[in-house]
């Protein structure tokens, strides 16, 4: 996308966003929109973050939210990566209601801005053996701008080798693929962070109803927000919000998928370099798996 190309569309996007402002605030009221939170979702790379920000973004048809329309706080319209500068004042741009997403780690100043009142954020988590699965298909076969794009089809043309790459790590000239465990320890702080709702992928595809019961009863109490729909019509609003193959990165989505291409050797590699993540993460109860 040209430069021009991309301050365009930000522009016209901002214009809606304010537009779609104005039309909340008219339908419930100033002060109701004042009291609904800033409604955030936050992930790993290829963790569910687009099916969480579809189900938060369904409570723009329970009371008064936002959809800005924008792209993840941490990314221009170009999908460029934007420095920490810029990340926090997209994060203070946003005003009460809104609703958004990002891949924001966990370390300061985010954990506590994401968590002070105002604010409902909620964390996904993804079993990490099919988040690896996910992340060497999406590179390979979806993204074609990603910077491991052309090595992984070219040098690391099948996927044993590919997965061998996101699960250990590889350098390449300047490049560096940071290894699964390193990339997970970046995230792990907002699971024990106070204020801030963890789901995981898994019960969102598996057991979406009660899970989207603890989202629905997490919002409400991080504002005085009018909830407009009996909870039972609520939760189907959230739901029917879930439309996984509307998501530009969806390919399968299938928790478990990992048993289809994790060989011996993987296994035991996945092992050596996680060492017990997938037990603090609550997947395993040991290493015999």
């Given at each position: 996308m040209h430069p021009w190309e991309a301050r365009?569309?930000?522009?016209?996007?901002?214009?809606?966003?304010?537009?779609?402002?104005?039309?909340?605030?008219?339908?419930?009221?100033?002060?109701?929109?004042?009291?609904?939170?800033?409604?955030?979702?936050?992930?790993?790379?290829?963790?569910?973050?687009?099916?969480?920000?579809?189900?938060?973004?369904?409570?723009?048809?329970?009371?008064?939210?936002?959809?800005?329309?924008?792209?993840?706080?941490?990314r221009d319209e170009a999908n460029r990566k934007l420095p920490p500068t810029a990340i926090q004042a997209r994060l203070r741009e946003l005003r009460p209601g809104d609703v958004a997403y990002g891949y924001l780690p966990g370390r300061e100043p985010y954990l506590t801005w994401l968590s002070s009142p105002g604010w409902a954020t909620v964390?996904?988590?993804?079993?990490?053996?099919?988040?690896?699965?996910?992340?060497?298909?999406?590179?390979?076969?979806?993204?074609?701008?990603?910077e491991w794009h052309a090595y992984f089809n070219t040098v690391a043309t099948d996927l044993p080798s590919r997965l061998r790459i996101v699960i250990a790590g590889h350098r390449e000239g300047d490049r560096v693929f940071e290894d699964l465990r390193s990339r997970y320890e970046s995230y792990l702080a907002w699971?024990?962070?106070p204020?801030?709702?963890?789901?995981?992928?898994?019960?969102?595809?598996?057991?979406?109803?009660?899970?989207?019961?603890?989202?629905?009863?997490?919002?409400?109490?991080?504002?005085?927000?009018?909830?407009?729909?009996?909870?039972?019509?609520?939760?189907d609003a959230l739901q029917a919000a879930i439309q996984p193959r509307k998501s530009g990165t969806f390919r399968r989505g299938?928790?478990?998928?990992?048993?289809?291409?994790?060989?011996?050797?993987?296994?035991?590699?996945?092992?050596e370099v996680t060492g017990d993540l997938l037990i603090r993460l609550g997947y395993e109860r040991d290493h015999d798996w």
């Open positions: 365009l569309r930000a522009r016209a996007k901002r214009l809606r966003w304010r537009w779609r402002r104005w039309q909340v605030a008219r339908r419930y009221g100033r002060d109701a929109l004042q009291a609904a939170p800033r409604l955030f979702g936050n992930a790993q790379t290829k963790s569910g973050s687009h099916l969480l920000y579809q189900v938060l973004r369904g409570f723009t048809a329970l009371g008064p939210f936002v959809n800005p329309g924008l792209p993840p706080v941490n964390h996904i988590v993804r079993d990490p053996r099919d988040v690896a699965v996910s992340h060497a298909f999406y590179i390979a076969d979806m993204q074609p701008q990603h699971l024990q962070q204020g801030v709702l963890v789901v995981r992928f898994e019960d969102l595809r598996l057991r979406p109803r009660p899970t989207l019961q603890r989202i629905l009863h997490f919002v409400r109490g991080r504002g005085t927000w009018p909830l407009v729909l009996p909870e039972d019509q609520a939760l299938q928790p478990g998928a990992w048993r289809e291409h994790f060989t011996p050797d993987l296994k035991a590699l996945f092992k």
